[in-house]
């Protein structure tokens, strides 16, 4: 072993020179041999794979991130519009997160005691409910006898199942718990997005070359008013859908008004399917008072559901949306199908974007290959 390191030594001591102290570099390594390609190719599969487990395991916080930008963008033309009535800006977000926790406020604040009311109602009129289930004339006695539905109950509150129960009741706590943690995140995020969603408006256009800076500034300010303009038409229907229903409701005595209002009024913020499940279970409710009630009901629901498809929503956002029927549906189907209901809130402003950056960029493009 020492020949070949003596050798080395001196060879080393041969090639050090004042100007190369250390010598002068070798012939670097082929970079296209097999073994460098190999091992390039594995690393950018490695690579792959850590992000997308990355992004999977964090994907429950970037759907709430998405959320809360999208939120901000929505209330963006509230706070714009005060910005322009010389508002500073932290005073004009100052305004509208304050009138929104207001309005959430006084809302709950007058609609609570009478959703205890009418839970409280409903509890007590459950025994009549029970026994008017073994009537076999009436018509909850029917639907028992067909789907069984009594002995279904039964056998869920039956001893043997108590575990179940119990492990629903955690579970159903547990679920209402990390609705509220999500909530409360999304509010936060929401309010400091909102407040620098000017900064965080310039950081993304910076990621576009400066050629091309100008038209991306252009078509991402156009997509932000489309979703500013979504959101707050989608929120005006669903405060009318509520109010009819109420109104509705209350005018043909059907109980729990308040209570299926506001489950009205959520359902449809889910576009296309929403107002129509939430007219579906306002009709169930409506046939403890009478079937003819539940036939009037469920006709209404059927002709306001023309009223909000060909009046309301071309009025408050069609025009600045701009999405066809077909795509309407599709769009909350995949979207419903990806990512719940939030995707499907999200669904039809995505979709307007994709038309728009297909419109202005990629059909001209094919137009002039």
Known sequence: MEGPVADAEA????????????????????RRA??????????????????????????????????????????????????RHRFPRWAAVTTVVVAGFALVGGFLALA???????????????????????????????????????????QVLSGGSLPNVAGGVL???????SALGSTLIVVVLTIYLLADLPRVRAGLYRLAPDSRRPRVILIGDEIIAKVGAYVLGNLAISIISGAVTVIWLLTFGVPYALLLGLFVAILDLVPVVGSTIGGIVASLVALTVS?????????????????????????????????????????????????GIIGALVA??????????????????????
């Not at 020179?17 to 670097?28: A, E, I, K, N, W």
């Not at 109602?121 to 009549?128: D, R, T």
């Not at 579970?171 to 718990?177: C, I, K």
């Open 11 to 30: 060879e080393a001591a041969r090639i050090s020179t004042d100007t190369d102290l250390m010598g002068r570099p070798g012939q670097p390594w082929d």
């Open 34 to 83: 097999p073994f460098w390609v190999g091992m390039a190719g594995a690393a950018g599969v490695a690579v792959t794979v850590g992000l997308v487990e990355a992004l999977v395991t964090v994907s429950s916080v970037l759907v709430l991130i998405g959320l809360a930008l999208f939120i901000a963008v929505g209330l963006e033309p509230a706070v714009s519009w005060l910005a």
């Open 112 to 154: 609570i005691p009478v959703l205890v009311d009418q839970a409280g109602q409903l509890v007590a009129q459950l025994p009549g409910y029970l026994q008017s289930a073994e009537d076999h004339n009436s018509l909850l006695g029917q639907l028992n006898d067909r789907f069984h539905l009594q002995q279904n109950l039964d």
């Open 171 to 177: 579970g159903a706590g547990a679920a209402v718990f």
């Open 291 to 339: 079937p003819l009630t539940a036939l009037l009901t469920a006709g209404f629901y059927v002709l306001y559901r023309l009223v909000e498809d060909y009046l309301l929503v071309p009025r408050i956002i069609g025009r600045v949306m701009k999405v066809p029927a077909l795509l309407t549906v599709i769009a909350v189907l995949l979207g419903a199908g990806l990512l």
């Open 348 to 369: 039809i402003p995505l979709a307007a974007a994709l038309l728009l950056v297909l419109r202005e960029v990629i059909t001209p493009r094919l137009d002039r290959a």
